[in-house]
């Protein structure tokens, strides 16, 4: 890390002051990132220590990083699956830190309030009702003058919490998208615009009449969305806000897993399509500096920072679940593999397996490769042809053994050529070795036993086999040139 450096210069205080100040990453569900910085901007007053990164690249990506242990928390708007927490190498805790509701926005001209149901939305997005005035949404909205306008559905291309929690409702309400479509983060839609994340969808919906979608409630205040109220179980037309998904997790039944849904719940008041967002993190925390400040936060999230919640559109996590979940952040382990027991800084050797090495080109890798290839054309050209040239010419001179006229011209350039090509080809084929083969190193599986999910090549070995080969390279290619040609050929007298 980058105070290694200077608690060696420093001494062992300095080193406990760098690592003092830690990183925690996260990545996942798009429709938590609004309350997830708003908590970081928070909590950053509390911990400035503390450096908080979180990118929203979707729930199912999410849910992969944290298995691969890419990432030190995942974020999702659906529970992991039975089969997603197997193939994590351990256990993995889903905590709901935030409740929100997905709102069917729509663009159509006059934005007016629209009130839809189930089996209208299903028969939107099946592709079965593809005009706006269709006598199914006219009968549920008879004070609006519904438009002959044709409409488009847009939806998310990424793997989604947001969609898993839209297709749950769909599934739910409808017989004919359970078995045709049914329910996941990602899934083949019937037709429609593809987007990627929450913010993909609001934007393709707000700048394409006639369109409708499902984001999260804060994408769509933020784009000025008009969103419809939805049929509840109880039969009444409600809107999402944090006090309707509030009604719905009232009534939810909370297993000791956290997974649990809260789709269609009942209650007067309760909106239809919402759902609890999870974190996720590793139960044993191998770092235990950074899973202690990792579980501190979480805390404080389920805590004091439901208090932020309502101010984004979202429902705070009720107080009975809030204590629930921090008694199971206290059972976290920190720094340990079994009671007692540290853990290897090395997997076991039965577990040795080969995997690729953290992907990262270096951006001037192709610059410099055009460059040396530039060059070593270049000095292809001094010897075989410019040269060839000049011995040409050379013996094209007159009798008194005068070279030709142009022969002088044609040295000048051979001597440039020569020039540039030890001057300035061997350290450009130095590096462009060194950072071609670094960036090719990236893609080159190897076996180690302290292979790290977060290793990256970090070493001098691509500098070394880029030097190495850009000299024999260069040596051969000197030495090919003098055979052919020989000597430079600029005359020594006109």
């Not at 002088?408 to 051979?414: H, I, L, R």
């Amino acid at each position: 890390m980058k105070g290694a450096l200077a608690a060696a210069v420093m001494g062992l205080s300095s080193l406990a002051a760098a690592r003092a100040d830690l990183s925690i990453n996260g990545a996942g569900s798009t429709f938590d990132n609004p309350i997830i910085w708003k908590w970081f901007d928070a909590y950053a007053k509390i911990d400035p220590t503390l450096k908080l990164n979180y990118v929203p690249v979707g729930s199912g990506l999410g849910v992969r990083l944290i298995v691969a242990q890419t990432v030190d928390f995942g974020a999702s708007d659906a529970p992991m699956g039975d089969k997603a927490l197997a193939e994590a190498p351990g256990n993995i805790l889903n905590l709901p830190v935030v409740a929100g509701g997905v709102a069917v926005v729509y663009n159509l001209e006059g934005n007016p309030k629209l009130r839809l149901d189930g089996d209208a939305l299903a028969g939107i997005f099946l592709g079965r009702i593809v005009k706006w005035n269709d006598p199914m949404l006219q009968t549920l909205n008879p004070q609006v003058a519904l438009p002959d306008e044709d409409i488009a559905i847009a939806h998310r291309s990424d793997g989604s919490g947001t969609t898993y929690i839209f297709t749950d409702y769909l599934s739910s309400v409808s017989d004919v998208w359970k078995s045709q479509i049914g329910k996941g983060t990602s899934i083949k839609w019937p037709g429609g615009l593809a987007a990627i994340g929450n913010e993909g969808v609001a934007e393709q919906v707000r700048e394409l009449p006639g369109a409708i979608g499902y984001v999260e409630l804060a994408y769509a205040k933020n784009k000025h969305l008009q969103y419809a109220d939805i049929r509840n179980v109880a039969g009444n037309y409600v809107s999402p806000t944090p006090e309707s998904v509030s009604a719905a997790l009232s009534g939810a039944t909370i297993p000791d897993d956290f997974r649990f849904s809260i789709i269609n719940s009942a209650g007067e008041g309760a909106y239809p399509i919402s759902s609890a967002s999870w974190i996720l993190i590793y139960n044993v925390q191998k770092d235990a500096d950074k899973g202690r400040k990792l579980v501190q936060f979480i805390k404080w999230a389920v805590t004091d920072g439901q208090r932020l919640s309502k101010s984004l559109d979202y429902a705070p996590i009720p107080d009975a679940i809030s204590q629930r979940i921090l008694r199971r952040l206290d059972e976290v382990v920190l720094g340990v593999s079994e009671p007692g027991q540290p853990i290897s800084p090395t997997p076991p050797r039965n577990e040795e397996r080969s995997r690729p090495v953290k992907t990262t080109i270096h951006p001037v890798s192709p610059i410099v490769g055009v460059s040396l290839a530039y060059l070593l054309s270049l000095g292809l050209g001094h010897f075989l042809v410019v040269g060839g040239l000049n011995l040409f010419l050379r013996n094209k001179g007159d009798r008194t053994g005068r070279p030709h006229p142009l022969a002088w011209g044609v040295g000048c350039v051979e001597r440039f050529i020569y020039t540039s090509c030890v001057i300035v080809g061997l350290p450009i084929g130095i590096i462009g070795g060194w950072l071609i083969l670094k960036g090719l190193a990236e893609f080159m599986p190897r076996k180690s036993e302290t292979a790290l999910p977060n290793d990256s090549v970090d070493d001098h070995h691509g500098f070394l086999v880029g030097a190495g080969l850009s000299l024999i390279v260069g040596i051969g290619f000197g030495l090919l040139g003098r055979h052919l040609v020989g000597e430079p050929l600029l005359p020594a007298k006109l």
